[in-house]
């Protein structure tokens, strides 16, 4: 399963982005570029998570994720539709 951020700009300021991590989320996303491409001054960045950064608390029960935050790197805007999920 992959975990994509698709940023979102208009007249090169950005809008905001849509993440999707769920099983389905090359669907989603090709959705989402689907609707936003045809608008006029719209461009858009497509990020796919390759790792990411883990914060932990050690104590004497053990060790606990505190939280995760995805490392993004940019991948080409292609995302066909009929391709099978992760």
Request: hydrophobic content about 40%; glycine content about 4%; proline content about 9%.
């Amino acid at each position: 399963m992959k975990h994509y951020r698709l940023m979102i700009y208009q007249h090169d300021r950005l809008l905001g982005h849509f993440d999707s991590d769920l099983p389905w989320s090359r669907e989603a996303v090709a959705q989402m570029v689907a609707h936003l491409q045809p608008v006029a001054g719209m461009r858009l960045e497509l990020l796919e998570a390759h790792d990411e950064r883990r914060a932990v608390e050690s104590s004497p029960q053990g060790v606990r994720l505190l939280y995760s935050v995805p490392i993004f790197r940019p991948v080409p805007l292609v995302l066909p539709c009929h391709q099978a999920p992760d």
